[in-house]
């Protein structure tokens, strides 16, 4: 298995910025993709950005594209999520999800992690 501990959330006004760390320990060499996703009050967890892990390819929701970057240091078994021009809507408590190697998955659905973190909360002021 694969433990994931998020850190960096935390208060912030309309158009700032925060990077948000996801460290994973345990058996990192089996791990293909790394994700994030983020939960808002009386709201379903949806997908926001996710990395492959040997390639460094990315993904985004269209929600966050051009304002989110998510990125990975392999020598850290860290991947990050830089966030900038925040609004209020990006408000949420964020968690960092890993798939390891196996048969194909969604790559945007909840279902296609089976390690997740404890997750970070992100508010954002109007």
């Known amino acids: 298995q694969v433990q994931l501990v998020e850190s960096g959330g935390g208060l912030v006004q309309t158009g700032g910025s925060l990077r948000l760390s996801c460290a994973a320990s345990?058996?990192?060499?089996?791990?293909?993709?790394v994700a994030w996703f983020r939960q808002a009050p009386g709201k379903e967890r949806e997908f926001a950005a996710y990395?492959?892990?040997?390639?460094?390819?990315?993904d985004y929701a269209d929600s966050v594209k051009g304002r989110f970057t998510i990125s990975r240091d392999n020598a850290k078994n860290t991947v990050y999520l830089e966030m900038n021009s925040l609004k209020p809507e990006d408000t949420a408590h964020y968690y960092c999800?890993?798939?390891?190697?196996?048969?194909?998955?969604?790559?945007?659905?909840?279902?296609?992690?089976?390690?997740w973190g404890q997750g970070t909360q992100v508010t954002v002021s109007s």
């Open positions: 345990g058996r990192t060499y089996s791990i293909y993709r």
């Open positions: 999800a890993a798939r390891l190697y196996g048969a194909y998955s969604n790559p945007r659905l909840r279902s296609s992690y089976a390690n």
């Open positions: 990395i492959i892990w040997s390639s460094g390819s990315t």
